[in-house]
């Protein structure tokens, strides 16, 4: 039973990297990443349930709030960067180039 | 006999030296005009004093100074160590008391020259280094002495360097010097790994002398390479052939270099290096025969030369590698004592000569070209009679010195059987009469060829200059008086005073008969004052016969002129092709290989980088790639992990 | 283990969907849809405050915010040819092989030897977990309180900084 729940879990993982490789809006990009992180969190109750230990809940419980935090930080800075180049297209992005 | 003495005769002209320098830096010239001549009189005193001491030993007892201990690795122990033994003091007196009266002279000489301080600087670290050869115990630290002398004669010769040809000259002296020090030091070497083989190895130089016998008899061809090695060592010092090159160059240098260096003491050098270690060469019979014919063809050679130079400086160069040829044929044939008697005698007539020579080209400005002058004699009285006393001593006008001197070895090589090499030094000392009186008469007497304004001008030197000059006189007419033949008064006094430092070589002839002697006697004066008529002949009395001898001649002059052209031909064998080579290895070798595999490196490196570099696109879906790149592998790793 | 297919069959349509469609109001639409199967997948798994607390912070609060922001710029939808295609080949083919190793790692997966061990009182209660939160896990617990400040001081002081003095 565990397995199964697993196996859908590195699914979403991956359809969730998918997207982050592929789409140019940052936004969708940021979606993206929430969906790798709901899988994952997936992975930890699966795994806790299967030990019977809250341990993996707790730590569940952690993602959930850094997740938020993170999207707040990370649309406060697209927004800025909409605000300066007026894009959202990941490949205009390039300050770093080297 | 130890004593602390012996090391102030060198270290007085050093600290010469450093006031030297130290007053050119400070720029205070007449610091160094006083301690210039003041460190080698003071030496020259104690010179006296160590003589005389040495005078109290018995015959064969030395003074020495062991100052430290040089070099000790594994089998070879070097001291620093001073010794005077009788062979030493003779040099020392010449050096410190010839170079004393060529100190003096230079205060007169050098009075307008701004530079004086580095000259006295110079010329002290000369007199040291020329010291040190002659004080030395053992053969490294005399190569001390040698390369230090090499070096001074370098720095001297072009003092005045801003002037091209002048460092030139000193370059040339001494990369000719350079060959000879390479076959020094291989021989040795030599010496050191033989005597290492079949006794003590030791470079001691009583050491060596000692163990010479015994090297000839394990080793035999030992002492013979040896010798030869160390003769070329000796033909770059004293300017034989094939190394004699550089001294007629060496005439750039101030006229008191020319005296000093070039004529009493460094380029004795070689004949001193062969008088000391004369115990080794009498076992070297064929090499001694070697060093003899050398000798004799130099000097017949060089006074060929010396017979149609217009410049008088470089009459007397040619003069000195001559007379030095006297020299070493006196030692090839086994009359040690007597090359080293000449050696003294010439110390005496060519420092003169010289010093009138550059008497004269003080006088006129500058002037030495003999065709621009004449008649001097009446405007420089004393340096025409100083250089005349000279000219009769050098020629060989008997009761002069080298009378005396140049006869002990012309028959010490008719007598050992060297008939070749001694008919050619016949030759010579007619060839040394003619060129020598012409020197004078070109000089001194006859009609003014003078410049009119520089004749103006023309008076003689101040008494700091002529003193030195009447002193050597004297010298180069009685110094010859130490050496008298046929036992009359004291005899042979300066060889039998030399016998206990020097060595006798095997199958030693008897005495001849006093009849050979005279014949050979009389022989050598006729050809020598034959010379000397020939040239008053020509230049006092007929001067219009110049213009026939001349006509006839033309071939011989042509290729005397050129000097047989021996310079061009050294510069096509040698200097040539190790140019191209140079150039070669510069422009092929350097710049395209090894620049090219420097740069390469970079080049490569910058490539590189490059490439890499495209990997910050600074697109953040790149990066995001290559992150999931890194998690397949770490997720295929952990799947492999979890399959075991 | 009905539910589970059913769930199955739902989620990961949803999932494609956020990543393919073109218009993002949609993707988010769709990003709710599969947060809230997730919610359900929790239900499942006896992880009932977690449940609770991916609707509350997930579905309420992130995507609300995602939606601001969608609307706030006022987005075209995204032209389907935008981007090198040799990227976007190098991401499938990536995201598909990290699938691949992910299930197959998943399918290795060692299980305990009780495959379905009877859970333990109150498992995934409200009180299990606070028991762990302020006992063993104190300090990651305060730690993100910081963390949460942080974030939010980080965005007010991002967004004032045009209107700044």
């Known amino acids: 039973m565990t397995e199964h729940y697993l196996v859908l879990a590195a699914i979403l993982f991956a359809i969730g990297g998918l997207g982050v490789l592929i789409r140019r809006n940052v936004i969708v990009i940021l979606m993206s990443v929430e969906l790798m992180l709901n899988a994952v969190n997936v992975t930890f109750v699966a795994l806790a349930r299967q030990h019977g230990s809250m341990d993996g809940q707790v730590i569940v419980f952690f993602v959930l709030t850094v997740a938020a935090a993170e999207v707040a930080v990370g649309l406060a800075i697209i927004l800025m960067n909409f605000a300066q180049r007026k894009t959202i297209n990941a490949d205009e992005i390039r300050l770093l180039r080297g | 006999m130890e004593t602390e003495l012996l090391r102030w005769i ?171 020090d390479a076959a020094f030091l291989i021989g040795m070497f030599l010496l050191f790994w033989s005597l290492a083989q079949v006794g003590t190895a030791s470079l ?72 000391r270690l004369s115990f080794l060469y009498v076992e070297a019979p064929g090499a001694m025969d070697v060093v003899a014919t050398i000798g004799a063809l130099t000097c017949l050679f060089a006074a060929t030369m010396a017979i149609v130079q217009d410049d008088l400086k470089k009459v007397l160069a040619y003069s000195t590698v001559s007379q030095i040829g006297y020299m070493i044929l006196g030692v090839g044939v086994g009359a040690f004592a007597a090359g080293i008697f000449h050696l003294m005698m010439h110390a005496f007539f060519k420092a003169l000569l010289f010093l009138c020579a550059g008497a004269v080209m003080h006088a006129l400005h500058g002037e030495i070209r003999m065709s621009h002058m004449g008649g001097l004699g009446s405007k420089m009285p004393i340096t025409a009679k100083t250089f005349l006393i000279a000219a009769m001593a050098i020629a060989g006008v008997p009761g002069f010195a080298a009378f005396f001197s140049k006869d002990m070895i012309l028959e010490a090589a008719f007598v050992s059987g060297h008939t070749l090499q001694w008919a050619l030094g ?106 000397i008529w020939w040239a008053w002949t020509l230049y006092a009395k007929s001067p219009q016969l110049l213009e026939t001898v001349y006509a006839r001649t033309r071939g011989v002059y042509t290729v005397l002129w050129n000097r ?81 | 283990m009905t539910l589970f297919w059913i769930l199955a069959c739902v989620t990961i349509p949803a999932a494609l969907t956020v990543i393919l469609h073109r218009n993002p109001v949609y993707s988010a639409l769709a990003l709710v849809f599969t ?54 080949a190098a991401g499938w083919g990536a995201a598909a092989l990290l699938g691949l190793e992910l299930v197959a790692i998943a399918a290795v997966f060692p299980d305990t030897p009780a495959a379905e061990k009877p859970l333990p009182e109150g498992y995934g209660s409200v009180a299990k977990i606070a028991e762990r939160l302020f006992t063993t896990h104190l300090l990651p617990f305060e730690l993100t309180s910081v963390l949460l400040l942080v974030a939010v001081v980080g965005a007010v002081v991002m967004a004032r900084r045009r209107t700044g003095p």
């Open chain 3, 35 to 88: 947060l809230f199967q997730v919610a359900i997948m929790f239900v499942a798994l006896d992880a009932h405050l977690i449940a609770f607390l991916q609707i509350i912070i997930y579905a309420g609060a992130i995507v609300v915010l995602i939606l601001f922001a969608i609307m706030l710029l006022s987005l075209e939808p995204e032209e389907p040819g935008d981007g090198r295609s040799s990227l976007r």
């Open chain 2, 426 to 531: 016949l030759i010579g000392a007619g060839f040394t009469g003619f060129y020598v009186f012409r020197g004078y008469f070109r000089t001194f007497t006859g009609e003014s060829r003078l410049d009119p304004e520089v004749a103006a001008h023309v008076h003689e030197m101040p008494r700091v200059m002529t003193v030195p000059l009447m002193i050597l006189a004297v010298l180069s007419i009685v110094g010859g008086w130490i050496g008298l033949p046929f036992g009359l008064l004291w005899g042979d006094a300066i060889g039998h005073y030399l016998s206990p430092s020097l060595a006798t070589p095997h199958g030693h002839h008897g005495h001849p008969t006093t009849g050979t002697l005279l014949f050979l006697m009389t022989l050598a004066t006729a050809v020598a004052l034959f010379g």
């Open chain 2, 10 to 180: 060198v270290l007085l002209p050093l600290l010469g030296f450093f006031a030297g320098v130290f007053a050119a830096r400070t720029n205070r010239p007449e610091l160094a005009r006083f301690t210039g001549p003041a460190v080698v009189l003071a030496a020259f005193v104690v010179v006296l004093i160590s003589v005389g001491r040495l005078w109290s030993l018995p015959a064969d007892g030395a003074l020495v100074d062991k100052m430290f201990t040089w070099i000790e690795a594994g089998p070879l122990s070097i001291d620093f160590t001073f010794r005077i033994d009788r062979l030493t003091s003779v040099m020392l007196l010449i050096i410190t008391g010839v170079g004393s009266l060529i100190h003096l002279y230079s205060l007169g000489y050098m009075d307008h020259e701004p530079d004086v301080a580095r000259f006295f600087a110079y010329l002290n670290l000369f007199v040291s280094s020329m010291l040190i050869l002659v004080l030395a115990d053992s053969l490294p630290v005399l190569f001390i002495g040698w390369e230090g002398v090499g070096l001074c004669s370098y720095l001297l010769i072009g003092f005045w360097y801003k002037d091209m040809n002048n460092a030139d000259a000193g370059q040339k002296a001494m990369i000719a010097n350079r060959v000879g």
């Open chain 2, 204 to 275: 001691n130089l009583q050491s060596i002398n000692e163990q010479a016998p015994l090297l000839a008899e394990k080793l035999p061809w030992v002492p013979t390479v040896v010798c030869l090695l160390l003769l070329i060592g000796a033909t770059g010092k004293s300017a034989q052939i094939p190394l004699y090159v550089w001294l007629p160059d060496a005439m750039a240098g101030p006229t008191p270099v020319s005296a000093l260096i070039h004529a009493a003491t460094m380029v004795t050098a070689g004949v001193y290096m062969i008088a």
């Open chain 2, 564 to 644: 047989y052209w021996v310079d061009e031909l050294y510069d096509t064998l040698i200097v040539d092709p190790y140019k191209r080579t140079s150039r070669f290895f510069w422009k092929g070798v350097d710049a395209v290989f090894i620049d090219g595999l420097v740069n390469g490196v970079g080049a490569v490196v910058t490539w590189n980088a490059g490439v890499w570099r495209r990997l910050q696109s600074g697109n953040v879906s790149h990066y995001a790639l290559g992150m999931l790149a890194g998690a397949v592998l770490l997720a295929g790793a952990t799947w492999l992990v979890l399959q075991n």
